[in-house]
């Protein structure tokens, strides 16, 4: 079955409130590795399918799950991934919304596709570009699906017919 590594070392230090506290129980290497099919069923759940995103926690890969309600900004799904030893989501969460710090996170913990998966959900056509030219479609296509989703919250926010007058 083809296989897709997602991310590889784990660091036990970082910054920000998103990175793994000193001390904590995290191992040295932590290898994700996700058939084809399950990174399909992810974008699925990405855009909006909760009966896969469902299926997606009830068969093994509830951190895949919980990724796209913390990218729906809940606060409780981001605070599982980081208490479930999935900083590498967390910070292609934030990534995507925009912040370099988790960037540089990603970069300096071997996690460059994850940045380029966040810079191309973070309106980079470039990054996009990138991780086609290396052939990597599927993640293209979650960072596109990452895309729309956070653009979508962006716009709701900012379109004050939308907003409480309370």
């Given at each position: 079955m083809?296989?897709?590594v ?6 036990n230090?970082?910054?920000?409130n998103?990175?793994?506290?000193k ?11 996700y058939?084809?099919?399950i ?6 759940a ?6 896969i ?8 890969y509830?951190?895949?799950s ?7 900004l ?12 999935c900083?590498?989501l967390?910070a292609?969460?934030?990534g ?6 988790a ?6 913990n071997s996690y ?18 990138e ?9 293209a296509?979650i960072?596109?699906k ?8 962006q716009?709701d ?6 907003q409480?007058?309370?």
């Amino acid at each position: 079955m083809n296989k897709t590594v997602l991310a590889h070392r784990v660091k036990n230090v970082g910054v920000n409130n998103f990175i793994l506290r000193k001390g904590s129980p995290v191992p040295l290497w932590l290898v994700r590795q996700y058939p084809t099919k399950i990174i399909v069923a992810w974008g699925e759940a990405i855009s909006g399918n909760k009966k896969i995103k469902d299926w997606l926690k009830e068969n093994g890969y509830p951190e895949l799950s919980c990724f796209v309600y913390a990218l729906q900004l809940q606060d409780s799904a981001r605070k599982w991934l980081m208490d479930n030893n999935c900083p590498e989501l967390m910070a292609l969460v934030m990534g995507s919304e925009g912040d370099k710090k988790a960037l540089n996170w990603l970069r300096a913990n071997s996690y460059s596709k994850l940045a380029l998966i966040a810079e191309g959900a973070d309106n980079d056509n470039t990054a996009i570009e990138e991780l086609l030219k290396m052939d990597e479609k599927e993640w293209a296509m979650i960072s596109l699906k990452i895309r729309a989703v956070k653009n979508s919250i962006q716009e709701d926010n900012e379109d004050w017919h939308k907003q409480s007058r309370w």
